[in-house]
């Protein structure tokens, strides 16, 4: 573990960021170190650079104060990168971290290689935010800190459902319920809850998916068009992914989204047999075994046929091992 006061020292200068198109357990990372520090720093100024994030996240302190311009005129004399896998994540705030005086990466991406001065990277871990709580003195907590970890483990952990969640998970959440917030209300809101539209353009893909591989594989994708006449950002998507992952007799679920034309944002969920990360890496992404992404050219057939090459791959090595 990072002792992260003592790291800071005497520095004024903090920035904190994490990945593109940032997920609950970016956004609570990063707000919730923010939130820590101004407790327990006096006079250091601590920034968020961070694409700006989905509304849903608006009841965690200081989403307001987000920099989504990466405004940055001084260098940093600390910088956090967070959940972010690579250093390409970190999008626009590359630079800034670039031109910090110390960076600290903390992370749980298996594909994480440690590209910080100083690195923690766990990925047994459920989520970022698990690990900032291990991290996190007591004396500098609160309840708006708890809220935003305890908003990071939730969305990682598909509402502490995952297989991520060990014990020391459950027991760091079980410190955060120590903090009086309305935990239900958080969970309902920000995780389960959609718009009229992101409920329409789910039933949509789920209508249209299609299952091949002999019902192993599920498949799923929006283009541009109908996000232009749905009026919908990839932000309205999430969601989408884990609904087709729960089709009986599937192993692997592929959601993908049209970024420009014949260029694909894919996501993909495992349950548990086939190695989603080890496939997102062949093609330039990562993330972890049961949940990786990467883009990719091409149609949704170039994307799927390139994709299910390997699930196969891995499927069959599988059943060869339990045959003999
Ligand atoms: P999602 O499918 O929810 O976008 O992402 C699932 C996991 O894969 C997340 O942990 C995310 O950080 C990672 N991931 C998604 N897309 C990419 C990508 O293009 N590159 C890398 N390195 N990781 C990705
Ligand atoms: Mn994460």
Not at 86 to 93: A, F, M, V, W
Not at 245 to 257: D, K, Q, S, W
Not at 285 to 310: F, Q
Request: aromatic share 8%; net charge negative; charged share 25%.
């Amino acid at each position: 573990m990072i002792d992260i006061i003592s790291e800071i020292g005497d520095s004024k200068r903090i920035a904190i960021m994490g990945h593109m198109r940032p997920d609950g357990d970016c956004v609570g990372a990063c707000l919730g170190l923010k939130l820590y520090l101004d407790n327990a720093l006096k006079d250091a100024k601590v920034t968020v650079f961070l694409e700006k994030p989905s509304e849903t996240f608006s009841y965690i302190k200081n989403y307001g104060n987000i920099d989504s311009d990466y405004d940055c005129k001084e260098a940093p004399d600390v910088c956090f990168s967070l959940d972010s896998s690579t250093p390409d994540r970190l999008g626009e705030g590359l630079l800034i971290f670039k031109s910090a005086k110390k960076t600290i990466c903390i992370d749980h991406h298996i594909s994480n290689r440690g590209f910080a001065m100083i690195n923690h990277i766990e990925p047994e871990a459920s989520s970022t935010c698990e690990l900032l709580a291990l991290m996190f003195e007591d004396r500098y907590m609160d309840k708006e800190v708890a809220k935003a970890l305890f908003t990071g483990i939730m969305h990682d952990s598909g509402v502490f459902q995952y297989s991520c969640m060990s014990r020391r998970s459950f027991e760091v959440v079980g410190r955060l319920c120590d903090y009086d917030f309305d935990r239900s209300r958080i969970i309902d809101e920000s995780f389960y809850q959609k718009s009229y539209v992101q409920n329409q353009i789910l039933g949509r893909t789920l209508l249209e998916s299609i299952l091949f591989m002999d019902g192993k594989c599920i498949a799923g994708s929006v283009d541009r068009k109908t996000m232009d006449f749905y009026n919908i950002t990839y932000k309205d998507l999430d969601g989408i992914v884990n609904q087709l992952r729960v089709t009986r007799g599937v192993e692997v679920a592929i959601f993908m989204y049209e970024i420009h034309s014949l260029e694909y944002k894919v996501s993909m969920r495992s349950n548990g047999k086939v190695d989603v990360a080890r496939i997102a890496t062949l093609f330039g992404g990562g993330g972890h075994v049961r949940a990786a992404g990467c883009t990719m050219n091409g149609t949704i057939y170039d994307v799927l046929n390139n994709l299910s090459l390997h699930i196969e791959e891995q499927l069959k090595a599988i059943e060869d091992a339990d045959d003999r």
